[in-house]
């Protein structure tokens, strides 16, 4: 079972290149999340999604934007990258219960540098 | 605003008993959550809880107490690959999930 997925799992960037995060995941979940993890600080939600073709701000939304085409993928998208935006970066997804219950299922992470 | 308030770093012998403690202040509850990460790896869901009392699952136990915002994680008989970090999270009104910075639990041998 390959649950959630996401590629690539290491990247540097230099600062002003642009860049996507692809999360996949096959359980058929409608609700799918992307934060960033960084040290000494709790998970931020940068944007998240309800279903196929819908998606919301999170908690840190600037300097990213996301897209939902389709139901298994979410793709978070970096326009200019910033030094700020190193950071490991997780995917999650949940079905419509467990949305309301906080069982999310995570990927593996990206760790992503910008020099 | 919105916290979640746990110690940053704890350390416990293998075979002993450890309780990680953990504070909320939510707009609205909908619940308390715990996770564990392994250093490198995702979050893997551990316990949920929202109504008060103790909710046992194997070796870990979770509890809640919302009139005093607070919850904890009781892990038994510690072993060597309990070293991670514990995650608290709570879920406000909206539905999303307020996180705590992570407790690290060190265990010695």
């Known amino acids: 079972n390959a649950g959630v997925t996401q590629t690539p799992k290491f990247r540097v960037l230099k600062t002003g290149q642009s860049m996507t995060l692809l999360c996949a995941q096959d359980m058929n979940h409608e609700y799918m999340y992307w934060y960033r993890q960084d040290p000494g600080m709790g998970l931020r939600l940068i944007h998240y999604s309800v279903g196929e073709g819908t998606t919301a701000k999170g908690e840190v939304p600037d300097g990213y934007n996301v897209s939902r085409l389709k139901k298994q993928n979410f793709l978070l998208g970096l326009e200019s990258a910033a030094p700020s935006q190193t950071s490991v970066y997780f995917c999650?997804?949940?079905?419509?219960?467990?949305?309301?219950?906080?069982?999310?299922?995570f990927g593996e992470g990206s760790r992503l540098t910008v020099l | 605003g919105q916290n979640i308030d746990q110690p940053t770093e704890m350390t416990a012998t293998e075979g002993a008993i450890v309780q990680i403690n953990c504070t909320y202040q939510t707009s609205g509850f909908n619940g308390l959550f715990w996770y564990q990460q392994h250093a490198g790896e995702a979050p893997t869901f551990l316990s949920y809880?929202?109504l008060d009392g103790l909710e046992e699952k194997g070796r870990f136990s979770s509890f809640l107490s919302r009139s005093k915002g607070y919850s904890y994680l009781l892990l038994k008989e510690l072993q060597m690959k309990d070293s991670a970090s514990y995650l608290c999270?709570?879920?406000?009104?909206?539905?999303?999930?307020?996180w705590g910075a992570g407790t690290k639990l060190i265990i010695k041998p």
């Open positions: 999270a709570g879920m406000d009104s909206n539905y999303q999930l307020i």
């Open positions: 809880n929202v």
């Open positions: 999650a997804s949940s079905s419509l219960q467990t949305g309301e219950t906080g069982e999310l299922f």
